[in-house]
């Protein structure tokens, strides 16, 4: 399938509103594909995706529908397409560039974490209070002051804020972080931020997966 060909069904797809726990999945699906390209398969089907990934294929199918893309019968997916439809569907082939708030131990980790850019996001700097951290780098991305922000928007194309500070803070920082002008916030606390209804947030908590993970492992431990 040529690039043209993959655009045009990805324009054709995209205007559908696409339902969060499938865009959950999708990243899942290519890579699974990806692994597969590796070992130097062509195609895939949804019942070979759903085998390795325990995720039923009628479920695969219907979501890979989403992005407009055909399999051919008996043969399955050309996995080249399909890398290239999801990783454009996904975003991963557009640099989204990206503010960082709060330099402590979680915030340094993704500053180091230069995979981030593979999948479309890149950190282009980073805010903090602390004094031994102003005015340094991590993995060559600088740390100014968060008094510096207003400024550094003016400097910087940036849209995304990556929320890393203390709870006590969060609201705080997110409010300023909007009115300076950022549409996006990935928020890694556990305080659920409150925004305008224009405002896209993707909350990660790590500590809402690792109390799920604690509480199923007692689970099966009780009942084995």
Same mark, same amino acid.
């Given at each position: 399938?040529?690039?043209?060909?993959?655009?045009?069904?990805?324009?054709?797809?995209?205007?559908?509103?696409?339902?969060?726990?499938?865009?959950?999945?999708?990243?899942?699906?290519?890579?699974?594909?990806?692994?597969?390209?590796?070992?130097?398969?062509?195609?895939?089907?949804?019942?070979?995706?759903?085998?390795?990934?325990?995720?039923?294929?009628?479920?695969?199918?219907?979501?890979?529908?989403?992005?407009?893309?055909?399999?051919?019968?008996?043969?399955?997916?050309?996995?080249?397409?399909?890398? &290239? +439809?999801?990783?454009?569907?996904?975003?991963?082939?557009?640099?989204? %560039?990206?503010?960082?708030?709060?330099?402590? =131990? /979680?915030?340094?980790?993704?500053?180091?974490?230069?995979?981030?850019?593979?999948?479309?996001?890149?950190?282009?700097?980073?805010?903090?209070?602390?004094?031994?951290?102003?005015?340094?780098?991590?993995?060559?991305?600088?740390?100014?002051?968060?008094?510096?922000?207003?400024?550094?928007?003016?400097?910087?194309?940036?849209?995304?804020?990556?929320?890393?500070?203390?709870?006590?803070?969060?609201?705080?920082?997110?409010?300023?972080?909007?009115?300076?002008?950022?549409? &996006? +916030?990935?928020?890694?606390?556990?305080?659920?931020?409150?925004?305008? %209804?224009?405002?896209?947030?993707?909350?990660? =908590? /790590?500590?809402?997966?690792?109390?799920?993970?604690?509480?199923?492992?007692?689970?099966?431990?009780?009942?084995?």
């Amino acid at each position: 399938m040529s690039k043209e060909n993959v655009h045009e069904r990805l324009s054709a797809g995209a205007i559908q509103k696409v339902p969060e726990p499938t865009l959950r999945r999708l990243p899942w699906y290519l890579s699974n594909i990806k692994l597969r390209k590796l070992r130097g398969e062509q195609f895939v089907s949804s019942t070979q995706i759903a085998k390795e990934i325990d995720i039923d294929a009628s479920q695969i199918a219907k979501d890979l529908s989403y992005v407009n893309i055909t399999g051919r019968t008996r043969v399955g997916y050309d996995i080249d397409a399909l890398i &290239a +439809v999801l990783e454009n569907f996904l975003g991963f082939t557009s640099i989204h %560039r990206a503010f960082l708030f709060g330099v402590g =131990s /979680l915030g340094g980790a993704l500053l180091h974490d230069s995979g981030l850019r593979v999948f479309g996001l890149e950190v282009v700097a980073a805010f903090d209070v602390n004094p031994s951290l102003v005015g340094t780098t991590v993995n060559n991305i600088p740390i100014y002051h968060t008094d510096e922000f207003e400024q550094r928007m003016k400097e910087y194309d940036v849209c995304i804020g990556v929320l890393t500070v203390p709870i006590g803070i969060a609201q705080p920082v997110t409010d300023k972080m909007i009115a300076g002008g950022i549409r &996006a +916030v990935w928020n890694f606390t556990p305080f659920r931020i409150r925004v305008p %209804r224009n405002i896209v947030v993707q909350n990660t =908590s /790590l500590y809402a997966h690792l109390a799920l993970m604690f509480n199923r492992l007692n689970f099966n431990t009780d009942h084995p």
